[in-house]
Every structure is written in C-alpha cells, then in structure tokens.
Nanobody
Framework: QLQLVESGGGLVQPGGSLRLSCAAS????????IGWFRQAPGKEREGVSC????????NYADSVKGRFAISRDNAKNTVYLQMDSLKPEDTAVYYC????????????????WGQGTQVTVSS
C-alpha cells in the first residue's frame, strides 16, 4: 500500500516548537514533491509548505513564513516540518501528501495521504 505516515504532533504552548515527520510506506519519496497541509475543525484542508523532489525548492503559506521550515532526507525516506513560534491558530490535523511538483499547492494535486497528526497549540 502506497501511503505516507505522519508523526510528531502533540500539545504545545504558544511560542513552542514541534517537528513533524512524514515517512513513506511502499515507495520512495525522492521522485516526488511533498506537501504539508493542515485541516482545522470546520475548515478546508489548506497547504502549509512544500519541498521539491530534489529539496532545492521550497514554498510556504504566508501564515507560516519565517516560523516553519521544511526539509527532506531522501536517504531516510522522510520529510520534516520544523514548526517554531507556534500560535493557537496553527492548531489542526497536519497531513503530508505527494505530488508532481510544489506549485500550485492545491490539495487535489497531492495524494497518498496518511491519517494525519494532531497539533494543538494552547496554554
């Protein structure tokens, strides 16, 4: 089964940090762009960040620029999302998906979604 597995979520106070991981099951990541998306209750799934297959290009939603950093380790078949200076509005289930390229960062261009990992930012 070709699927991505997200991990690393949790409960953190505002201003805190988390690092999410996205690992591949059944395929290798190095041929794909990998995007991180998030979905808050009652809202649509939105693109947060993406990294190209080579790792040479990245992009970020305006709401997370300067706070989040995406990276990949193709040898470990894993993509990471370092999240710093977290805010309550970052609370959501975070998903990663694979796609042909990072732009545009639209949900329908990505697939092999996992179960997601919950991130809760609260004092």
């Amino acid at each position: 089964q070709l699927q991505l597995v997200e991990s690393g979520g949790g409960l953190v106070q505002p201003g805190g940090s988390l690092r999410l991981s996205c690992a591949a099951s059944g395929f290798t990541l190095d041929h794909y762009a990998i995007g991180w998306f998030r979905q808050a209750p009652g809202k649509e799934r939105e693109g947060v960040s993406c990294i190209s297959s080579s790792g040479g290009n990245t992009n970020y939603a305006d709401s997370v620029k300067g706070r989040f950093a995406i990276s990949r380790d193709n040898a470990k078949n894993t993509v990471y999302l370092q999240m710093d200076s977290l805010k309550p509005e970052d609370t959501a289930v975070y998903y990663c998906g694979r796609g042909p390229s990072c732009w545009p960062l639209f949900r329908h261009r990505f697939g092999s979604w996992g179960q997601g990992t919950q991130v809760t930012v609260s004092s």
